[in-house]
């Protein structure tokens, strides 16, 4: 028994590669969201070099998605953090940890090559339920 189309929701942010690429910022099914792959944009298209403010903001995107579907920063269960250099750990891991002291989803941090914007340090993902 799989799951109907009516059982999903699409949660977009407004990105114009949404339709292009074929994808949703989020996507609710049942009572789980998973939410896709968030880089530290503003609506502006600008980023600061600075790898505690690019989390700040990928986790405001995140957020905001959540809410879009009725979910809040206590119903995520798991996140997990990209970043392309191991000495923004720190930083990228004081962020995630001003919204999630207290929750403590599983958590993942990986150090990868590079992201589809050389300006971005970090890209998170994350899931939640209820």
Known sequence: MGVQMSDRERISSGSPFESSVGFSRALRVGNRVVVAGT????????????????????????LTALAAGGFKAEDIIRTRMFLVDR????????AHGEVFSEIRPASTMVVIKALLDPRWKVEIEAEAER
Do not use: F, M, N, V
Not at 40 to 62: F, H, M, N, V
């Open 87 to 94: 000495a923004d750990s720190e930083e990228a891991g004081r």
């Open 39 to 62: 880089a530290p944009i503003w609506p502006d298209g600008s980023c600061p070099d600075d790898a505690y403010l690019q989390t700040k903001r990928c986790l405001e995107i995140i």
